[in-house]
């Protein structure tokens, strides 16, 4: 049985793939509005360095890099999984869907996962030729900052999703999720070193976002990307990325259990 439902979320993750890869409009006005973004962002940060060759202890070079890899993580750390929830508890399928006999979570989890694997064709390697071209080429500091960087980021991952799964079951409570979807996209952008690294936060907030799971999303992979980092950060980040997985994976659990229990004796 575990062979067959493995076969399941792999049939799933092809057919997300082959979905995703159809919406070709869609995939154009995503790359033109991230390039607009990347490179807006890039002409801030060169404005912002004009007169100084440093600031915070870091150059323009560093943000140029900094800026290219967080528009590319964009479309790895994207997800859906809010929406499929929403969708499903507002048609009422909801509870047909979880008496199929795979996990429902999981097919969202493999649709997530085929989401991705078609954007890093469709527009991640378009987004680092044309920040190459325009902007800087994305070099890591060195081959053991990439390796770091690719395991923060695969943390990084899992944080997301997790905080995305966790969110999306609020849609049992409340029906209308779209703004809120919305709300919770921008500040996880806003709070995760997205736009602005947390270097250049105040001292006091810097210190409060580093204690939120946000931080972990987007800062401490590019932080490891451009080598902003030293031994001890690095370990303590790595370290609290982990632990984030750990609690936010717990506590979806817990709430899996319970929108699970609440939907087979309520019926949805």
Not at 204 to 221: G, N, V
Not at 259 to 264: E, I, R
């Amino acid at each position: 049985m575990k062979q067959k439902n493995g076969n399941v979320y792999f049939y799933v993750y092809k057919t997300q793939i082959l979905k995703s890869l159809a919406y070709k409009f869609d995939v154009y006005g995503n790359i033109i509005m991230q390039t607009i973004i990347m490179i807006a962002t890039a002409f801030f940060w060169k404005a912002l360095f004009r007169n100084a060759t440093m600031v915070k202890g870091v150059t323009v070079d560093t943000m140029m890099t900094y800026t290219v890899i967080s528009s590319m993580l964009s479309v790895v750390l994207t997800t859906g999984v809010e929406r499929r929830i929403t969708d499903s508890v507002q048609k009422g399928t909801i509870a047909i869907d979880m008496m199929r006999p795979v996990n429902l979570f999981k097919v969202f989890f493999a649709e997530n996962l085929g989401t991705v694997t078609a954007l890093f064709f469709q527009n991640l390697l378009p987004i680092f030729l044309i920040g190459s071209l325009f902007i800087k080429l994305p070099t890591p500091s060195g081959l053991p900052e990439l390796l770091l960087f690719l395991l923060s980021l695969l943390l990084a991952f899992f944080i997301n999703w997790y905080l995305s799964v966790i969110f999306g079951m609020w849609a049992f409570s409340i029906i209308q999720m779209d703004a809120l979807i919305q709300v919770k996209k921008h500040l996880i952008r806003l709070l995760s070193g997205s736009m602005i690294p947390l270097w250049f936060f105040p001292e006091w907030l810097r210190s409060i976002l580093e204690c939120l799971p946000f931080a972990y999303i987007y800062q401490m992979p590019l932080t490891i990307y451009v080598g902003q980092y030293t031994k001890e950060s690095l370990v303590r980040g790595l370290l609290v990325q982990t632990i984030w997985v750990v609690v936010l994976f717990t506590i979806f659990r817990f709430m899996e259990k319970r929108v699970t229990d609440k939907v087979m004796i309520q019926g949805g």
